[in-house]
């Protein structure tokens, strides 16, 4: 691993804010719709790839996972790695707001990316694990667009969920 | 006179033809003016309809990018673009370029998004797979949208085949998965409350949760069958002035439900598996309740070996 900057390929992706972000290969190849998009065209690694669904806040939180998930990767595969790997990946996503999660989660799946997009899928779901509704709407930013008898209604229907459970608390 | 006379002659006779030309010119007239009005226009309904149908592709979280931007306003989202195409500037404009960007970001996520729900439409079983059923009828709860995406009948049946069992994957319920995961819920607690019953050695609770009929059956695990009401809970009556209080795991807990009536399988072991059994419950639906009506109950063979028994018996 001498003269590593000969050997790896710089990949550029430019994001939909018109931010170009240089990276490895390897870490470029882990985004399925790059890779994809080489596998059809091989000759194409020179011109900055557009990700267009994808912000630069996003990306480069992306590329940091990458980079500690190759990392991880290169050391043996262990329980204690794994367990390390997956604190790394809780404090990733402990620390970001309600509105970066959901972005990322967009970028995930437009990039293609399973791992990450299972892991964030879990954050969100636990984020919203045990709190009311009234909590819900305001994560996803969802209006209510209810009539009191229309949500009397729903609140019956669900009932059978909420047995022997608290009322909704924050 | 006579150019006003010649003009309505002519208006009379190609009458159809005038009023064609004039509904030309109108919807022309509409035409254009919504071509001027489509920019703002699609950050109103975009979201809207993109929030339905990225529901149906993907999780949540899309819907509120587009959501909270246009619930805070279409005019702060038109007022972002229109800053955006003027242009980075100063001063405060570290904020503006922000926010203009990301403004950027969700006209071309919108559009994004809505060729994206075309192609991936699995995308949202598998994020819903994440919540569990609480979540997932509190999400029904949110908004009319919410309610259509989280009754999804997919993402009920998968969540059934996590919590309670892989059997009955080629069975179609008649209200849906998600009726069915709540009539599976339901049962499954009444069970339990057997087993609480049973616990607490509570003789008017078990005469409470046996039906009131000649026809209901208990087979305890001495091989001995009692029939109609009375005898069943005189049964339980002797087997709870056993002075050991029993202390069981129930495990392998299977239902099947329909309508009317439901039977649940289930492993008991007593005391750390000294002792096994097989349990068959049967319930009947009246009045809004289930009500037990048949119990059996059998010794699992400790090393399971049917085939012996049957030899020797």
């Not at chain 1, 998009?37 to 900055?48: C, I, T, V």
Request: glycine content about 4%.
């Amino acid at each position: 691993m001498s003269t590593a900057t000969v050997k790896t390929k710089k990949i550029t992706l430019r994001t939909a804010d018109n931010h170009d972000f240089e990276v490895d290969e390897a870490i470029a190849m882990e985004f399925g719709t790059v890779r994809t998009f080489f596998d059809d065209n091989p000759d194409a690694s020179d011109e900055p790839i557009p990700l267009l669904n994808v912000s630069s806040k996003c990306l480069s939180t992306i590329i940091e996972y990458c980079q500690s998930l190759l990392a991880f990767r290169a050391r043996d595969s262990s329980s204690s790695v794994e367990d390390e790997a997956k604190a790394y990946d809780e404090e990733l996503v402990k620390n970001q707001d309600n509105e970066l999660l959901k972005e990322m989660i967009l970028a995930a799946n437009y990039l293609n990316m399973k791992d990450l997009l299972d892991m964030l899928n879990q954050a969100v779901a636990d984020r919203i694990k045990n709190k009311s509704v009234e909590y819900v709407r305001r994560f996803f930013g969802i209006e209510n667009d209810y009539s009191p008898e229309e949500e009397a209604e729903v609140r019956a229907q669900n009932e059978w969920a909420f047995e022997g459970v608290d009322p909704d608390d924050d | 006179m006579e150019i006003a006379y010649s003009l309505s002659i002519a208006l009379q006779s190609h009458q159809p033809l005038v009023i064609a030309t004039i509904i030309t010119l109108l919807s022309l007239l509409l035409a254009v003016r919504s071509f001027f009005k489509r920019p703002q226009k699609s950050n109103a309904s975009g979201p809207a309809t993109s929030a339905g149908k990225e529901k149906a592709k993907e999780a949540t979280p899309s819907s509120s990018c587009n959501c909270s931007f246009s619930c805070n306003g279409t005019s702060d989202s038109a007022a972002f673009l229109n800053g955006s195409s003027a242009g980075p500037a100063e001063g405060p404009a570290e904020e503006g370029m922000v926010t203009a960007d990301v403004a950027k970001v969700v006209a071309e996520r919108q559009s994004g998004a809505s060729m994206m729900e075309q192609l991936v439409p699995e995308i949202t079983t598998h994020a819903l797979s994440y919540l569990d059923y609480p979540s997932l009828c509190r999400l029904s709860m949110t908004n009319s949208l919410m309610r259509k995406a989280a009754n999804d009948d997919n993402a009920w049946k998968a969540l059934y085949h996590k919590d309670f069992t892989l059997e009955q994957d080629s069975v179609t319920p008649v209200n849906g998965w998600k009726a069915y995961y709540a009539a599976t819920r339901a049962i499954m607690n009444v069970n339990t409350e057997f087993f609480n019953i049973i616990g607490d050695r509570s003789l008017p609770a078990m005469s409470r949760f046996w039906m009131k009929s000649d026809y209901v059956k208990c087979v305890h695990a001495s091989g001995e069958l009692f029939s109609g009401y009375s005898a069943v809970i005189q049964s339980w009556q002797l087997a709870f002035n056993w002075e050991q209080g029993f202390d069981f795991q129930v495990r392998d807990v299977r239902a099947r439900v329909l309508p009317d009536i439901a039977w649940v399988t289930m492993k008991t072991y007593v005391d750390m598996d000294i002792a096994a059994f097989n349990m068959t419950n049967v319930f009947e639906f009246h009045h809004g309740r289930w009500y037990l009506v048949h119990h059996h109950s059998t010794v699992m063979l400790a090393d399971g070996d049917v085939e012996q028994h049957i030899v020797h018996g």
